[in-house]
């Protein structure tokens, strides 16, 4: 019995470091030139399950212009549709831009910091009520994992403000704290 615990130790050792080879950089982090896209999702905290079917998402692209600098373009569309004949289908659509500051750190793990700028357009689908058009910027603290090399999981959370104007010209400024998980990929 001790020498089948001691064989099936050390098989299960050999094959969990021998599963991915980390010679010569294989999970190296990005540098300059390379570009990433990826899906992002906000999970569900709002009591239901936590990855609720989503009626939206988010693609974004980045890319590296140094090792540690890197620019980010992202678009979202939300489309709500309450299935009732005869209501309208309420939507979201935004752009965005912003910069990432990257740190130095470990070799699957990717930190980063950064700021941005949105434009959004919001239409609740509520007969009466105008469209409201959104301009915003936000500060962001992330953090990307490689599982595989080149494609990693990640989370971000961040602080954004926002000026909301409607078509009766009245103008809001709201804040909010957000955060999200994703999939990506690099080239």
């Given at each position: 019995?001790?020498?089948?615990?001691?064989?099936?130790?050390?098989?299960?050792?050999?094959?969990?470091?021998?599963?991915?080879?980390?010679?010569?950089?294989?999970?190296?982090?990005?540098?300059?030139?390379?570009?990433?896209f990826e899906v992002n999702f906000t999970p569900n905290t709002q009591g239901s399950a936590f990855f609720?079917?989503?009626?939206?998402?988010?693609?974004?692209?980045?890319?590296f212009k140094s090792d540690t600098k890197a620019t980010r373009l992202s678009a979202s569309l939300t489309?709500?549709?309450?299935?009732?004949?005869?209501?309208?289908?309420?939507?979201?659509?935004?752009?965005?831009?912003?910069?990432?500051?990257?740190?130095?750190?470990?070799?699957?793990?990717?930190?980063?910091?950064?700021?941005?700028?949105?434009?959004?357009?919001?239409?609740?689908?509520?007969?009466?009520?105008?469209?409201?058009?959104?301009?915003?910027?936000?500060?962001?603290?992330?953090?990307?994992?490689?599982?595989?090399?080149?494609?990693?999981?990640?989370?971000?959370?961040?602080?954004?403000?926002?000026?909301?104007?409607?078509?009766?010209?009245?103008?809001?400024?709201?804040?909010?704290?957000?955060?999200?998980?994703?999939?990506?990929?690099?080239?």
């Amino acid at each position: 019995m001790k020498k089948l615990l001691l064989i099936t130790a050390l098989a299960t050792f050999s094959f969990a470091t021998a599963q991915i080879s980390t010679n010569a950089g294989t999970f190296n982090k990005p540098a300059a030139g390379e570009t990433a896209f990826e899906v992002n999702f906000t999970p569900n905290t709002q009591g239901s399950a936590f990855f609720a079917e989503s009626n939206g998402g988010t693609l974004m692209m980045r890319s590296f212009k140094s090792d540690t600098k890197a620019t980010r373009l992202s678009a979202s569309l939300t489309v709500l549709d309450s299935g009732v004949s005869g209501s309208n289908t309420a939507f979201s659509a935004g752009i965005g831009y912003g910069i990432e500051n990257h740190f130095s750190g470990a070799e699957r793990l990717s930190t980063f910091w950064g700021y941005g700028a949105n434009l959004g357009l919001v239409d609740t689908g509520v007969s009466g009520v105008d469209a409201v058009f959104t301009i915003g910027g936000d500060l962001f603290l992330g953090a990307d994992y490689y599982i595989v090399p080149k494609v990693y999981i990640g989370t971000e959370i961040g602080y954004g403000l926002g000026i909301v104007a409607g078509d009766d010209t009245a103008i809001g400024l709201a804040g909010s704290v957000a955060g999200n998980l994703r999939l990506g990929f690099r080239l």
